[in-house]
Structures are given as C-alpha cells and as structure tokens.
C-alpha cells in the first residue's frame, strides 16, 4: 500500500512563526502535492512538485512556499504564519503523467494564534 | 480551465436507504474522475475512478459511479447506505493537460439516520 505520512497531526503556532510541514512518501512516486482543505471549500491547491527541486504553483501559493530536496520527501513552509493560514493541510503523491490516482496522507491540523 | 460542482453541501439518508451524491465538471474534452472519502480527522480515500470505457464504474465499500457525458456528471450511488459510510465525500476531476493535481469539489457531508 501506498503510505504517505505527515509528520504532525496537530500545531499549535503564533502568528509570524516560521511553520514547516514534513510530508514523506514511501512508493518513489514523482508528483507530490499541498492542499488546503477549509469548510466550504473543499480542497484547495497550494503547490506541487513533479521531481526534485521543481515545483509550480497552485490556485493559492501566495504565503507558502514549499521545499523538495529528495524525492520522497515534500515540506511545506509559512514564512510568516498568519491566523488565516489556520485549515487543515493535506500532503499527497501520485505517479508520473496527469490523471492519475492520487494518495493522501491523513492531513495536519495547522492553528496559528 | 477544469472545475467541479458538487450542489449538495449536506445531505441525510437513513441506514438502508439507497444514496446518490451529485457532481457536476466542466472540461471540454473528457475527463479522467474521481470519488474519495473523508472520515472525520482523516485524510482522503479514493472510492473509485473513470478513465475511459465502461460508463459505470464500480468502487470500494459497494459504491458506484457513472459518467454522462450528454450531463457533464459522475454521480455516486449505493444501493444501501451502511452507518459506517457517514462522512465526506469529495469529487475531483483531472483533464488539463500538464496539471498532474486534482481539481475537487466542496464536498457533501453525509448523515447516516439509524
């Protein structure tokens, strides 16, 4: 089975803490993925990366950006945490090529007071 | 630019019951789609999935979806809805070419009434 695994379930930051987010993916997929999941919302693209050391924007980058120096290793980072940044963060990997599944960890609880 | 609807933000069934959740996408050429679940504090599980072929596809868990293009839909069923399959279910679409993420829904909560 697929793993993706979210290193912390649940934080609790201040606002203007620099936040980091570990994700890593045990099956040597290429695509990796940061969504944002709000209420309401579904789930919202933050970044996603295609091979090491690429990445592309998604439909809402703007305070995050995101680091991948390994492949099976994917971070998401608030420079400058802010209370709108609190959601719950979702990481997720799939092979390469468009269309394919993709495999979610079981996400991060991110509040900033 | 690829999107989804999902119309039903909440829906209530009781157990036994036969489901349907809706969801609508926009793409012009056909889509690859999907269905996942969410638990509460869980992530996201895939339920099943249309490529091409076969309109009906069958899932995990006794689900089943199906691809109308004349609708632009991909609606899920059940025939008989388990407590257990209370949650949230997201549909998502993938289709422009080079995006290798998923475009999703808003999600329909589901109650389970015993």
């Known amino acids: 089975d697929v793993k993706v695994t979210q290193s912390s379930r649940y934080l609790v930051k201040r606002t203007g803490e620099k936040v980091f987010l570990e994700c890593v993916q045990d099956?040597?997929?290429?695509?990796m993925f940061w969504y944002r999941q709000d209420p309401g919302l579904g789930l919202r693209l933050i970044y996603f990366?295609?091979?090491?050391?690429?990445?592309e924007k998604g439909d809402i980058p703007e305070g995050y950006s995101v680091s991948r120096e390994k492949k099976e290793r994917f971070s998401l980072i608030l420079e400058s945490a802010s209370t709108n940044q609190t959601s719950m963060y979702l990481c997720?990997?799939?092979?390469?090529?468009?269309?394919?599944?993709?495999?979610f960890g079981e996400g991060s609880w991110l509040t900033v007071v | 630019a690829q999107s989804v609807t999902q119309p039903d933000i909440h829906i209530t069934v009781s157990e036994g019951a036969s489901l349907e959740l809706r969801c609508n996408y926009s793409?012009?050429?056909?889509?690859?789609l999907f269905w996942y679940v969410q638990s509460p504090g869980q992530g996201l599980q895939l339920l099943l999935k249309?490529?091409?072929?076969?309109?009906l596809v069958q899932g995990i868990k006794g689900f089943e979806a199906e691809f109308k293009r004349s609708q632009s839909s991909f609606n899920l069923r059940k025939p008989s809805v388990h407590w257990s399959d209370a949650a949230e279910y997201f549909c998502?679409?993938?289709?422009?070419?080079?995006?290798?993420?998923?475009?999703f829904g808003s999600g329909t909560r589901l109650q389970v009434q015993p």
């Open positions: 793409y012009g050429a056909t889509p690859y």
């Open positions: 990366s295609y091979d090491v050391k690429m990445k």
């Open positions: 249309y490529f091409s072929g076969d309109t």
């Open positions: 998502a679409v993938g289709a422009d070419p080079g995006r290798r993420a998923l475009t």
């Open positions: 099956m040597d997929h290429e695509n």
């Open positions: 997720a990997s799939s092979p390469q090529g468009g269309g394919n599944t993709i495999y």
